[in-house]
Each structure stands twice: as structure tokens, then as C-alpha cells.
């Protein structure tokens, strides 16, 4: 077996083994966390590509007995770097200004619509002087051009000293934020789209000068402009921009009724005086060193001073993902493959993060290899309307060879920020699997950040060359993970803010001519 590596514009081929622990591939074929990136050759399309991985798809389930019912599929790497989230958001975003640039569209009609008697004293004496219709037109299109054009200038300007401001206040991890930047091409595409906006949006006025234009008009001045039939398409217009605002701001209201329902949702654990630590050890590290290496931080981060406890899991609440496995339970049928969700924790990782144990005993490290916890989800959909106390005692069996029995179980952590239902998990100790990628939490007795420097310390005692990846109180990542919605509500609020405000100015334009 062999893994392609792309690197840069080169791809090599290592033998699986040299960057994996070898095995892994054998005991557990349906690793999810292994991702595979592939460039195809020249001339090769991507559905050819996903015909020829369904080949072997198949010929691999033919193969492999755990490998029925997998499903593959080839997805563009731009593709995921931009994924649903990403896109969804910016597309509102992208939208609300569609909405307001559309509101300021209207204004400038409306502006122009009221400009209209001295546009038409203007057209007649060009009509007078032998001016055709469509030269009145063309003036008439010139004067709201140059008022789109000074207005796109104008946006340039803001958005050349909005932009970096922007980038500074969007989530780290927006996909290729780094490159979002003022460049020609985007000047280039705010200005046409300007002009564009001053020239559709002035038609109608320009028509209007065009047919009404005549040496009576100018006889008359502005009391032959003054007909029902502007006054009622100026108070369409402002009746359509104050609906478009209307409806942004009811946009604006779900997009903040959506945040907070997303910060409503429990947690499950207390993020409070919590300090969050992401260590990564070799793929190719001997496992029992890495358990004896897991061991040593625990002991060292526990003794720190400042430090109530310390706990280990393999991935942090709010970060998704898990390790997976078959589940299976003495006396009882499920007809069909049933998978949930591992995770490896220490001994004292519950007491740590402040999670309810709603029945039985906390893990132990004498229960390695015996016992687990699960969650309140697992408890009432395999066990249904049994009580948490009817659970403990009762045995599992993981990947059809490893035998558990429950010895507690604990309230619904919250693994993703948009989760709406729990998943069943079981909760192992870290010395039954191996993840080298590892994840510890310290409860402060005060404030995290005063022992931030001890903590680092710790981790330098037991190996002075270990990078650390990650490093902070979980409040803090508690709010980069809310950061995106809440970004995304500001934004579309703003938004609405100002289109009402143009709207206003509109309704006064109209009801003060």
C-alpha cells in the first residue's frame, strides 16, 4: 500500500509505513482521519478519475470484507478549501450588498426622477435648437453616469482603507484570506459595475426628458413636468427600496436569531478557567512510548503550580471529527452495521473539563483495556428509555474483538459548533488506541493566561524540543469557533442598517419635493 504526498508542484510516493505506525492500515481499514491527494495526469478529467476509483472501489470490497459499503469520491482540493460554510457565508454577504447597492440604485433614479423639470426646460431648449431624441438621451444618460462614477470612485476610496480593516476582523480560517486584497481587477470590476448601475438606473429619467422634451415645454417650464405619472413612479421606487430594506433587516434578524439559538445550545463542559495544549508526535512513534510520554505530561501538567487538574483527549470539544468503530452488544440485533463515535481520554479528563457524570464511576487507569464511558446519547439509543444507572455494568464490543463494560456515563459533550444532535460516543482510555496527535486541558486556579508560562514549562520538563501547535484558554477558541456567524450577522446587520438609512433619505426626498 502507498500514499501520494503532494508537495508544491511535485508528488512522491512513500511506502505507507514510513508515515504511518505500522499495522494501522491492517487493524483499521476505515481510518477517516487519513486524507489522500492525488494530481491527475494530463488530459484526464475528473469524472474519469472518479469512473476509475469506482473500479476500484469495487475490486477492493471484492478484496476486503471491511470495505463493503464504503463509499469514495473525488473532490477538487479548491473545492474543499472553499467549502459549503465558507461559501454559504460569503454568498450572503456577497447578496446583502447585491441588496444594498440595488436600494442605492433606486435613490439615484429617485434623485434623478426629482431633477426632472430642470432636465426638461434643458431638453427643450436642445430640442429647440434641433437636438434629436436620441441625443437628449445620451445627455441625459451622461449626467447620471458621472454621478455613478463619482459614487464607484468614492467606494474605491473606503474600501482601500476597509479592506485591511476587514481582513483583520473576518475568522483566521477563512479559506485563502491571506489573499484577499484591492487589487485592479476588482477597482476595475466596482467601476463598471457603477457605471452600469448609473446608466440603467438613469434610463427611465433619460426616456422621460426624450418624450416630453418639446418648444411647448419650454414655454411651460416646470409645470408641465409635474405630472401624475412621475409623481406615482417615484413613490414605486421608494416603495420598492423601503421593501428591499425591510427585507434585509428580517435577514439581519434571522441571522442573529440563528447565532444566538448557536450559542444557546449547551456545551456540556465549563470552558472557564480552562487552558487548552495540541501536541503532535510522530505517526512512526513505538506506541507504548507514546502512552509512557502521555503519562509523564499529565503527571508534570498536574503538579504545575497554579493547576487544579489536567486531562487528555485526542480532539477537543467543538473541533468535530472522531475516531469511529463498530459497535456491537451482547443480546441485542441491530440487522445492520452500526458505527459510533471513540474517543481516547485520560483518567481524570471529565473532572477537568467540568462534565457531568450522570451515573456510575469515573475512568480509571487500572479500567484501560476493560472499561469505557459513553455519553447520554449512546445510553438512550441503544438502551432506550433505561435510566443512566441501568447502563453501567452492561457490555459492548468494539470492531468485533474488543470487550467493554460501561462503567459510567457522562452528559453530552458538544463536538462540532453547528451540532443540532449528539452522536453516541464511547470514551476509551488513550492507552487502548493510538493517536499520536494529542490534546490536554488544565484547570486553572485562577485566571489560564497567569500560568500560560508555567504550563510551557512544564511541557519543555519532559521534552525540551517539543513543538507546541496549539496554546490558549478554551474561551478563547470558544470564540474563534462562534467567530464566522457572528462576523456574518455583524456584517449583513450593517448592511441593513444602511439600506434603511438610504431608504429613509429616499422617503424624504420624495415626501419634501
Keep these: 500500500t502507498r500514499l501520494s504526498i503532494v508537495t508544491g508542484v511535485q508528488t512522491c510516493a512513500l511506502p505507507i509505513s514510513e508515515v504511518i505506525t505500522p499495522g494501522i492500515e491492517v487493524e483499521n481499514r476505515k481510518a477517516g482521519f487519513l486524507a489522500l491527494f492525488a494530481r491527475l495526469d494530463t488530459g484526464v478529467s475528473v469524472e474519469a478519475a472518479r469512473a476509475r476509483v469506482g473500479e476500484v472501489s469495487q475490486r477492493m470490497a471484492a478484496t476486503h470484507s471491511e470495505d463493503r459499503g464504503l463509499a469514495y469520491r473525488i473532490v477538487p482540493t479548491l473545492e474543499v478549501m472553499t467549502g459549503t460554510p465558507s461559501r454559504g457565508r460569503l454568498l450572503l454577504v456577497f447578496g446583502t450588498a447585491g441588496f444594498v447597492l440595488l ?49 464607484g470612485a468614492l467606494g474605491v476610496g473606503v474600501a482601500v482603507l476597509g479592506v485591511p480593516l476587514l481582513v483583520r476582523l473576518l475568522p483566521a480560517d477563512l479559506p485563502r484570506l491571506d489573499a484577499v486584497q484591492l487589487d485592479v481587477a476588482a477597482v476595475v470590476f466596482a467601476l463598471c459595475i457603477a457605471m452600469l448601475c448609473g446608466l440603467g438606473f438613469g434610463l427611465i429619467p433619460a426616456l422621460q426628458v426624450a418624450r416630453r422634451a418639446s418648444v411647448r415645454g419650454l414655454r411651460e417650464g416646470v409645470r408641465s413636468t409635474e405630472g401624475r405619472d412621475r409623481r406615482w413612479l417615484r413613490a414605486s421606487l421608494v416603495v420598492v427600496e423601503l421593501g428591499l430594506s425591510s427585507l434585509l433587516l428580517v435577514g439581519a434578524g434571522l441571522a442573529a436569531q440563528a447565532l444566538f439559538r448557536l450559542r444557546a445550545v449547551p456545551l456540556g463542559f465549563a470552558p472557564e478557567h480552562l487552558l487548552a495544549i495540541e501536541i503532535a508526535q510522530p505517526w512512526d512513534t513505538d506506541g507504548e512510548k507514546l502512552h509512557r510520554y502521555y503519562e509523564r ?16 483527549v485526542d480532539r477537543l470539544p467543538l473541533q468535530g471529527e472522531s475516531q469511529g468503530a463498530e459497535l ?38 487500572q479500567g484501560a483495556g476493560s472499561e469505557v464511558l459513553v455519553n447520554e446519547a449512546f445510553a438512550r439509543r441503544f438502551f432506550g428509555v433505561l435510566a443512566p444507572t441501568q447502563v453501567v455494568g452492561r457490555e459492548i464490543v468494539l470492531d468485533g474483538e474488543r470487550r467493554y463494560r460501561i462503567r459510567g456515563v ?18 476509551a482510555h488513550y492507552r487502548d488506541t493510538f493517536w499520536p496527535i494529542a490534546n490536554f486541558v488544565v484547570r486553572a486556579e ?63 426626498g420624495v415626501l419634501g419635493s
Excluded at 457522562?410 to 470514551?427: D, M, S, T
Aim: hydrophobic content about 50%; proline content about 6%.
Design 103 to 151: 436600494i442605492v440604485c433606486v435613490n439615484l433614479a429617485c434623485l434623478l426622477l426629482a431633477r426632472l423639470p430642470e432636465r426638461m426646460r434643458e431638453g427643450s431648449i436642445r430640442a429647440a435648437l434641433g437636438a434629436g431624441p436620441w441625443g437628449l438621451v445620451r445627455a441625459a444618460l451622461a449626467e447620471s453616469s458621472v454621478i455613478a462614477f463619482a459614487g
Design 297 to 312: 505530561m499529565l503527571a508534570e501538567l498536574a503538579a504545575t503550580p497554579g493547576v487544579r487538574s489536567a486531562g487528555f
Design 328 to 365: 456491537s452488544i451482547p443480546g441485542l440485533t441491530f440487522g445492520h452495521r452500526v458505527e459510533v463515535s471513540r474517543r481516547a481520554v485520560s483518567a481524570g479528563y471529565f473532572e477537568t473539563v467540568g462534565a457531568r457524570r450522570l451515573a456510575g464511576e469515573p475512568l480509571t487507569e
Design 410 to 427: 457522562v452528559a453530552n459533550l458538544r463536538q462540532e459548533a453547528a451540532q443540532k444532535v449528539v452522536p453516541p460516543e464511547v470514551f
Design 446 to 508: 485562577g485566571e489560564p493566561r497567569a500560568i500560560a508560562a508555567s504550563v510551557r514549562a512544564s511541557v519543555r520538563r519532559v521534552d525540551p524540543n517539543q513543538v507546541i501547535d496549539e496554546f490558549g484558554p478554551m474561551s478563547a477558541t470558544l470564540d474563534r469557533t462562534f467567530a464566522a456567524p457572528r462576523i456574518t450577522a455583524s456584517l449583513v446587520g450593517g448592511f441593513a442598517v444602511v439600506a434603511l438609512l438610504l431608504a429613509a433619505i429616499g422617503l424624504y
